[in-house]
């Protein structure tokens, strides 16, 4: 039988229901990787809750720019990507699970391949995601699919096995995910992106926030469209959701928030990432715009 082309498939998924998957992932510097097949190629895609699209890697995939006549831009974290090509892939399917219609933008993504040594097909961002409630467990590095109703109900009525231990609101804004958290007791908001590796913390914030931040060392970030900047590096103390949600200390580095604020229309004083993620195992459900934190099996030192 002959494969449709326009079907992705996640070899290494378990299908826990019709309408539940279980994916597993691998870290790559911090970033979340899944195996998949698209288009009749095999390789990996990076979960962004950052991202807004699926992204396809121009470097596999080839089309003409005359694919579409629109002109508009896609942002991620880091900076805002002009005038992407875009794709309408006729059906996504994560196993048997389908999405019709998928648009896509076509991106040069080598320079992230390059620089993480990874086969990199794309990147799976909010336009896949929204209509699942999204488990991103990096206690045992898997991330489980469930897909929801327009309310954000599951379909899949069975639970989890997992025990929920507390849950905390957020605003969608356009497809990012805005926390309010504060820093001792300075009221923050933050944006939530698995696909940022280091949290973020805008330079201009109040100098009452930023004596806890502990800078240690410099580093080098570059960007979605391989722009290079050097940034400030180190600990961010006394960071909470709410009373009972705290976070240890976190890796974050300094930076300006200024062109992500504007390309999102919001104003963040910074972004959670891998480190929120690490600490936290969460549920995002973006039709109730809420997370839930579930409980760990034992205590991870």
Excluded: C, W
């Excluded at 019709?18 to 899944?34: A, G, M, Y």
């Excluded at 009749?40 to 895609?45: L, R």
């Amino acid at each position: 039988m002959k494969e449709n082309p326009k079907v992705i498939s996640f070899p290494k998924a378990e299908i826990l229901s019709e309408h539940t998957t279980r994916i597993p992932f691998k870290l790559i510097d911090n970033l979340i990787v899944i195996e998949a097949e698209l288009l009749n190629k095999k390789g990996n895609f990076i979960i962004d809750t950052g991202s807004e699209t699926l992204i396809l890697n121009q470097a596999h995939f080839k089309t003409r720019p005359s694919i579409t006549g629109s002109s508009r831009s896609t942002s991620g974290v880091i900076d805002v990507i002009d005038n992407p090509l875009e794709k309408r892939l006729q059906e996504f399917i994560i196993k048997d699970l389908i999405l019709e219609n998928m648009d896509s933008d076509v991106i040069n993504l080598s320079h992230i391949e390059a620089s993480k040594k990874i086969h990199l097909l794309g990147i799976i961002g909010y336009n896949i995601l929204k209509d699942y409630e999204v488990f991103i467990d990096m206690y045992l590095n898997q991330i489980t699919l469930s897909r929801v109703d327009d309310l954000g109900e599951k379909l899949d009525k069975r639970d989890y096995l997992e025990t929920i231990i507390d849950t905390v609101n957020f605003k969608l804004k356009r497809h990012t995910i805005v926390l309010e958290a504060m820093v001792n007791d300075e009221k923050l908001k933050f944006g939530l992106d698995t696909g940022a590796e280091y949290n973020q913390l805008n330079k201009r914030t109040s100098k009452k926030i930023l004596k806890y931040f502990y800078p240690s060392h410099r580093m080098m970030l570059v960007g979605a469209s391989g722009r290079k900047i050097e940034v400030l590096a180190g600990k961010l103390y006394r960071v909470k959701l709410s009373d009972k949600i705290y976070f240890a200390p976190m890796e974050t580095m300094l930076t300006n928030l200024n062109q992500m604020n504007e390309a999102f229309g919001t104003s963040l004083d910074g972004v959670l990432g891998y480190e929120f993620f690490r600490q936290q195992r969460t549920i995002i459900n973006y039709q109730k715009e809420k997370l839930y934190f579930v409980e760990f099996p034992l205590n991870k030192h």
